[in-house]
């Protein structure tokens, strides 16, 4: 079974994402052709253009956020408490169900 993620987009339309196992939420949401989501450094972690915002309830089952995702996350003017990169996120079995919204472009 692959995890299904919950994705809303700019437009507030909820999309329904099987996540690939191995692959991160970033690449998921991408494959699944939501344009919303730049993600221009490929998931190298270096341009935050993949900030996607968590449902509360998931952040505690998520990875630690290491300090470089942090400090590209916090320096944009949309950060939010419960602001994450989706590139750093890894798709595993534990996340299905997880509920996130992609956070408006920086600026």
Known sequence: MMPTLFVTDWSGKEHVVEGRAGTSVMESIRSAGIDDLAA????C???ATCHVYVDAEWLAKLPEQEED??????????Y???SRLSCQLPVSDALDGLRL???PEDG
């Open 40 to 43: 221009i450094c490929g998931g």
């Open 45 to 47: 972690c270096s341009c």
């Open 69 to 78: 995702e942090y400090e590209l996350v916090s320096d944009t003017s949309v």
């Open 80 to 82: 939010k408490e419960t």
């Open 101 to 103: 919204t992609i956070a």
